[in-house]
């Protein structure tokens, strides 16, 4: 499996671009960030699998004009439907872009990567990010393959509600411990001379109605 850069980048976003969507809340921030995140990150796999050639130049150079267009490009998409403005998504994606060009430069600079090495890390990102949006996400950034991944709030509830059957199911299916135990305590209790003095009590009271049905015939 590939090393995760969705979960690299968006580590790497919080720690160099900490102003990013400070006006929200902290969960609409990660929100936010998670969206920009797997948006930009799905839109350079899709560029790769069209000319990884001049991607791979445009990681190199970071061309500030070529990161705009993107930015653009993904901003005005009839799939696009971000609660973000406009102008703030092109702007955050250009941040987002530019941050992912710079650290794929030096994973290739440090790893000695080139060509080959980044296609296998940038489409084994594809499993990573399976799951990580909504289908507009993927709509927008060609990753149409990904559409469907995530869960939907009603599969979810099912999931939960199978297990909690489930659970029920196994406690019923147990024995019921606590009679057991009682029980195994009453037989416990039982002293044991009882057992062996109830057969002479038995024969002592056949002798004594033997013994009175005897005098009553002879009466």
Known sequence: MAFDLVQYFSEQIKIQ???LFNQYSSKEKLLFIDEVNTLVLGQLISLWKQDKNKLYQEIKTSDPLYIQGIARHLTTSAHNQSTLSASELESTISEVLALQFSEL???DKTGSFGQI????LLLGQIEHLSGQAEDWVWSTNQLTELIGSKPSVQQEISLESTMQEFNQMVQHAQPNTEYTLAFEEE???TPIWSCIAAPFVALLILLFLYCSYTQLITN
């Open 105 to 107: 430069n030096q994973l």
């Open 17 to 19: 671009k900490p102003q």
């Open 117 to 120: 090495g980044l296609t296998e």
């Open 187 to 189: 037989k416990q209790t």
